[in-house]
C-alpha cells in the first residue's frame, strides 16, 4: 500500500517495501534453502552417530578403510580425502572471488572465476566416484558369519592384513557364475565370490601363519583402539560360524566390518556428491548467463552470489561429512 | 547488496586491504587448519587418544572444535555473513544450532542406551 511505504523510521523497517534484513528476497529464500538444507544433513550425520554409538565398540576404523590413492600403490590412509578438501575448499575460494568480482563488474574475472570453480567442482565428484568405486571392489576380502559380523584375516609375520587369494585353497567345485549370455531362461542371479567359504577355511587351516581379527575394538591395554586378534584356536572356533565369504561393499554387505557403516557412507556422501553435482550443474548455467552477458545488462551480479551462497554451503557440509565420516 | 566489506578477521587482529586480500587469507588459515587435523589423523598422538575429556577422547575434541572453527570462517568470510545485518545472522545461525544441539544431544544418548541393553541385556548378536 502506498500509506505504507518505508520513510526509514524505526516504526516502519516491517511495515512493507524496502529489505528489513538488508538482503534482497532471493538471497533471503537461498538462505531459507541453506537452512533447512543443514538440518537434512544434520538429521543424516546425527543418525549416523546414532548408529555409530549403538556399536561403538565394533565400528569400522576409517582410517584402515579409505587408504587408497588413485596411481599409488600401498596404505596411504586419510592423503586422498585431504587432497579432496583441499579441491573444495580451493573451489570454494574461487567462488568468492567471482562473487567479489562481480561486485565490481568485471565481466571477464566473473567468468574465469566461475569456470576455475565448475573444475573444482568436477574434480571433487569424480574423486569421489572413485571413492564409492575403490569402496566398492574391497580391498582384502572377508569372511561374514552366521550372526553378520566381519572376520578379517591378518599375517601373523608381518602383523597386515591377508587377502583371501594369499591363503584360500582352490577347490574344484560344480558351481560356476552364471551369466546372461549363458543360459537362454537366464534372469539373475547371485555373483559367486572368488572363493568359497570351504576354500577360505581350508587354506586358513592350511596356514598356520594366519588368523583372524575381529570387528571388536580392545579397549584396554597396550592395543587399545585397534581392532581384536584372536589366537588359532579361537579363530578356528569363530570359523565354524561362517556363512560367506564378502569381497567390497555394498548395502547388505560390507568386508570393512559394520554394514551400517556402508550404508551411511553411501547415503551420506551420497547425498553430498547430488548436491556437488548440482551445484556444478547451477554453475554451469549461471556460467552461460554470465557469458551472455545477461548480468552485464541486469546491472547486478547478485545471481553469482545466490548460487556462492550454495556452493559454499556445499563445502561446509563436507567439512562436517570429512569430520565425522573420516577424522572422528 | 552490502558492497562494503568487513575487513578484519582474528577478532581485529588481522586487518585487509581489500576483500580479495582477505579471501586469500582465510584461505591460508582454513588450509592450515586441515593440514593440522589430517596430521593428527594420520598420527594419532598416544597422549591424545588415551585420554579422555566429557567421555569423549581428546583427539576427537579437538577434530570437532577444529571443524566448528572452519565452519565459521566458511560462512563468516566465503557466505558474508559477517557483512549481514546481525538480525539475519541470528536467524541462520542459531537455529540449525539450536535444533542440531538437541537431535545430537537425544540420538547419542539414546544410542548409548541401546548400547548399553546389547552389551548387558541377554540379547547375542556378536557372534
Redesign the interface.
Known sequence: MDSTVATGSEENVWGGAGNP????YGK?MM?FF??SD??TF??LL??Y??????????WPIA?EVFTHVPFFHGNY???YV?FM??IL??S??T???A??AG?KMKKNAVIWYMFLTIIGGAIFVGSQAWEWATFIRGDYGAIE???G?ILQFVNTDTGERARLADFAKTMPSERVNHESKNGVWFYKGEALPSFSVNEVVAGFKANPNITIRT??IVQEGEA??EKTLLSRSEALAKLK?ASEVVEGANLIHNEYGSRLFADFFFFITGFHGFHVTSGVVINLIIFFNVVLGTYEKRG?Y?MV?KV??YW??V??VW??V??FF??? | ???DHKLEIFRGLLKFKS??QK??G??IF??FV??I??AL??I?PESL??SSFLGMKIL?WI??I??LV??YY??W????LRD??T??RR??VW??VF??AY??FI??V???Y??GV??NGFV????
Open positions: 534484513l538488508g538482503a534482497s533471503l538462505w541453506l537452512v543443514a538440518l544434520s538429521g546425527a543418525a552417530g546414532f548408529s555409530r554409538f549403538k556399536f561403538i565398540e565394533t582410517d590412509p586419510m592423503y585431504a578438501t583441499f575448499i580451493m570454494s575460494v567462488m568468492v572471488l562473487v567479489d561486485h558369519t552366521k550372526g559380523r570387528e571388536s587399545q583402539g560360524n547486478h547478485e552470489e556462492g551462497l559454499h554451503f563445502d561446509l567439512v562436517f570429512f569430520t573420516y577424522l572422528v | 547488496m552490502a558492497h576483500n580479495t579471501i586469500w582465510v584461505l582454513l588450509t586441515t593440514i587435523e589430517v589423523g594420520i594419532k587418544t588415551h576427537n577434530f570437532i577444529l571443524t572452519k565452519a566458511i560462512s568470510d566465503f557466505m558474508h549481514e545485518k538480525s539475519l536467524a541462520i537455529t540449525p535444533l542440531v537431535l545430537a540420538t547419542l539414546e544410542a548409548d541401546i548400547y546389547f552389551k547375542t548378536w556378536n557372534f
